[in-house]
């Protein structure tokens, strides 16, 4: 008995280190099961054809989400055809931030016609599980003897302002790098964003 | 006439208050800001890097007033940071401040790509807001998240050069 609590307190402990953490480039990242928009369950295990995934957690409120959403926009339309489609994924809790609430994500997605799925992490247990801190935040997967393995972190390019001054294309040229059978250098970057709000 | 002069001094009066608040923004690129970072005097800084459209940023700068309108005659230095796009000074910051009546001195930095400087503030940050920094040349303090007032005065209190 007393193995049996000193085992659950460790994996505890183990789990809660793991969720704090997140991914790093290299790790194996979970697929999820979340609603999206148009009321379906969206899986990653679904896009049979893909070679990995653009998964960005974004959302409604914040400015540096909304400034990259013609970006993301033009990402997907050019990597899903390569094998690359974009998965959004909200993590905000609506409690804390209204304007995040699934139906303000049904109107935005709408407002700009996203050609992608726009998932809401209700529990926000995936946004824990890759250690995503901010929007917009990137994890690159690929798609590697039936896993996912994380291949990049950060930011979508170098300028989140202007979009004319960009002069580092940080994920497009991980995904050029990956199809290109590289790795992707830099494979880890940081940027400034909305932090993400977790339930109170 | 006097309906006049009470007008005008309606405007008057108007304008000094709007003045008393209206402060010029700085704007500096990471390099323009990083001394401030890194002084050697006996003042205690505050850095608070915030933003207009960042909810709990906004909702944690009364602490910061507070605690700027308590150490404000010691050796003591608050600067907010705002994270704001350069584009939003005129329409959202100085409106922003106007309103909130900001005290604290603030300076925007406008350096988009983050990914060269993010580590050079601190390497723990993964670049999410507000994040507070407090210190002077004896001790240094780095906190992403959220403070109140009195964790700031804890700090500054114990740590104060007289």
Known sequence: ?200 | MKTICKFLLVVLFGISINHVFAQHIPVYNFEEFEPILHQENDTTYVINFWATWCIPCVKELPEFEKVNLKFQSQKFKMILVSLDFKSQIENTVIPFIKENKIQSEVVLLSDPNANSWINKVNKDWTGSIPVTIIYNKNFYFFREGTMNFNEINQIITKNLIK
């Open chain 1, 1 to 200: 008995m007393k193995r049996l609590f000193i085992t659950l307190f460790i994996s505890c402990i183990t789990s809660s280190l793991l969720l704090a953490e997140g991914y790093k480039v290299g790790d194996k990242a979970t697929d999820f099961s979340l609603k999206n928009i148009d009321g379906h369950i969206i899986s990653l295990k679904d896009f049979k054809d893909a070679k990995g995934f653009i998964i960005i957690f974004t959302c409604n409120h914040c400015p540096f989400s909304v400034a990259y959403e013609d970006r993301i926009i033009a990402l997907d339309k050019k990597y899903k055809q390569v094998g690359f489609p974009v998965i959004a994924i909200n993590p905000n809790d609506s409690t804390v931030v209204p304007s995040d609430s699934y139906s303000n994500m049904i109107v935005r997605a709408e407002e700009k016609n996203f050609p992608f799925p726009y998932l809401l992490d209700a529990d926000q247990s995936i946004t824990a599980a890759y250690g995503a801190t901010r929007t917009p935040h990137v994890f690159l997967l690929q798609k590697k003897g039936g896993k996912l393995i994380v291949r990049y972190i950060g930011a979508i390019d170098d300028n989140y302002e202007e979009p004319q001054n960009v002069t580092k294309h940080y994920l497009s040229d991980a995904i050029d790098a990956l199809l290109d059978n590289k790795k992707p250098n830099p494979d880890f970057t940081k940027a400034i964003g909305c932090s993400i709000k977790y339930q109170k």
